[in-house]
């Protein structure tokens, strides 16, 4: 099989395509995989028995099946139920939640990681809940865990492919669409490859980066 | 006697099997300077801790100014405080630390300005200038915009106190606040707690194992042990003349505890 440079310039526009449907899916799915996993983690620590163990359980159930079968019951199986989801916010609603499942444990253990003297000269300055959250507890139990968050970001960057599952057309299904088109498949994918290869090894030299710089707290 | 600000009404604080202070009944006037000194393990600690509200009560009453402060009263019944009463209740009582506790992510100033504005509502402004008005008393004016990593124990120990007192608290609680310094920078945190003892009239609860602080700052001294109380009084009885066989012993062994470490001191030097 010969390598065809003009099916590759050929097909450069439309895996662009993909390519920006790849990113929005990332940014969006990793800005809700960050908040859902900060509410869950704050919410496992809830006195609240009742809200805790929901939480727990919810982690536990998202993680243990497949990221795959979520995107199936989300896009395929709502609908049935009246919640029709377009195939991106599915796409984006899946790995948010998946990986906020992930981010919750990295967030949990960096919030225990805040020394318990912290809460009691917070209380003791009679700061109320919200507020040692959010000046006290929050800021400091952040900047350690980027390293970790990061890392889940690229997993999810890398896992962004199987939402061509449920027809949200990001640059796997694109490449998927232009082999079957022109039944030629070493390009497409080698373009894909590539792609996801030129932002993954620069995000994991930026990873080693934050980690020396957050390996050790600040003070 | 006027009314008590704080009135310690038969506690009982139990963890788990463990009867830290049983049935324990004080009074505290208002203005009065209080030592608590005591066995390790006594439950010094624990009493402060429980006025602070970081420990729950297992039974017994505490008034703070005439108010309870565990317990409020709802449909004529007193109930447990819920956490807007424990909030309320808060306001009057400010805490010292052992271990500084500062908030090493804000600087100096920061540490001392946060509480004012986020609790009193107090503008940044005002609560800048009242910072700068305390960190001038505790010496530490020059290190406003320093984080507080790069200070030493006893610097931390005095922005502690002022972020304390910028909430103008009338009790303080201060439990050990030397005992994590090294010798040389004790002298630094009590000349600043006795300069507070003289120039206001706030009521100061301290837990210590400082003796002759306790002799010079306190009006009065509580020895316990084991959750009781052994013997009260005033520090020139306490010290020179306690009635209690165990007073005795304890002091004994503190005092010499101490000229020990005073002699090994001036060894080394
Ligand atoms: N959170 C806790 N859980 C279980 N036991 C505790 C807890 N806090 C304190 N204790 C126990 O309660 C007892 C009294 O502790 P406390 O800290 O009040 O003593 P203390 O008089 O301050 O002693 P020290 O002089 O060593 O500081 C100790 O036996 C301690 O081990
Ligand atoms: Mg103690």
Not at chain 1, 46 to 66: D, Y
Not at chain 1, 99 to 108: K, Q
């Amino acid at each position: 099989m010969e390598w065809d440079w003009q099916f590759v310039i050929e097909s450069l526009p439309t895996l662009w395509q993909g390519v920006v449907v790849t990113i929005q899916a990332t940014a969006l799915g990793s800005v809700l995989a960050l908040t859902v996993g900060l509410f869950l983690a704050i919410m496992c620590r809830s006195p609240n028995w009742f809200i805790s163990q929901c939480s727990k359980w919810f982690i536990e159930f998202v993680r243990g099946t497949p990221l795959l079968v979520q995107l199936y019951f989300l896009f395929y199986i709502l609908p049935d139920v009246g919640i029709l989801l377009s195939p991106l916010v599915a796409g984006v609603i899946g790995l948010g939640l998946h990986y906020g499942t992930y981010t919750a444990e990295v967030y949990r253990a960096g919030i225990d990681n805040i020394p318990k003297g912290q809460w009691e000269a917070a209380k003791a300055v009679n700061l109320t809940k919200s507020q040692t959250w959010k000046e006290i507890i929050i800021p400091q139990a952040i900047p350690p865990m980027i390293p970790a968050l990061a890392n889940y970001i690229i997993a999810m960057f890398k896992e962004t492919p199987l939402l061509s599952a449920i027809t949200v057309l990001e640059l796997m299904n694109q490449a998927r669409s232009l082999s079957n088109f022109h039944y030629r498949y070493l390009e497409p994918m080698t373009m894909v490859g590539v792609f996801f290869l030129l932002i993954s090894i620069p995000s994991v030299i930026f990873l080693r980066r934050l980690e020396q710089r957050y390996a050790r707290p600040h003070h | 006697m006027a009314q008590p600000i704080i009135d310690i009404q038969s506690i009982t604080k139990r963890f788990g099997d463990l009867t830290v202070l049983d049935n324990l009944s004080f009074q505290v006037q208002p203005g009065e300077k209080l030592a608590l000194i005591g066995p390790s393990g006594s439950g010094k600690t624990t009493i402060l801790r429980i006025l602070m509200t970081l420990e729950t009560l297992t039974s017994g009453h505490i008034l703070i100014e005439g108010e309870q402060l565990w317990h409020m009263e709802k449909g004529g019944e007193l109930v447990d405080a819920d956490e807007a009463h424990l909030h309320k209740m808060r306001e009057k009582i400010g805490m010292v630390f052992q271990h500084f506790n500062l908030f090493p992510h804000k600087t100096v100033l920061e540490n001392i300005t946060l509480a004012p504005r986020l609790t009193l509502g107090v503008p940044a402004r005002e609560a800048e200038q009242r910072a700068m008005e305390l960190l001038d008393m505790v010496g530490l004016a020059d290190k406003k915009d320093d984080k507080p990593a790069s200070l030493s124990g006893g610097q931390k120990q005095r922005v502690a106190i002022a972020r304390a007192l910028a909430l103008e608290p009338k009790i303080m609680l201060f439990d050990e606040v030397t005992s994590a310094l090294d010798p040389e920078l004790v002298d630094e945190v009590l000349s600043v707690m006795r300069q507070l003892g003289e120039e206001t009239d706030m009521t100061m609860l301290l837990v210590t194992h400082e003796m002759g602080f306790a002799r010079d700052f306190a009006d009065r001294v509580l020895f316990f042990d084991h959750g009781h109380i052994i013997e009260s009084g005033p520090p020139e009885q306490i010290f020179t003349n306690p009635e209690e066989e165990r007073t005795q012993s304890f002091l004994r062994k503190v005092l010499s505890a101490g000229k020990r470490k005073a002699e090994k001191q001036a060894a080394v030097l």
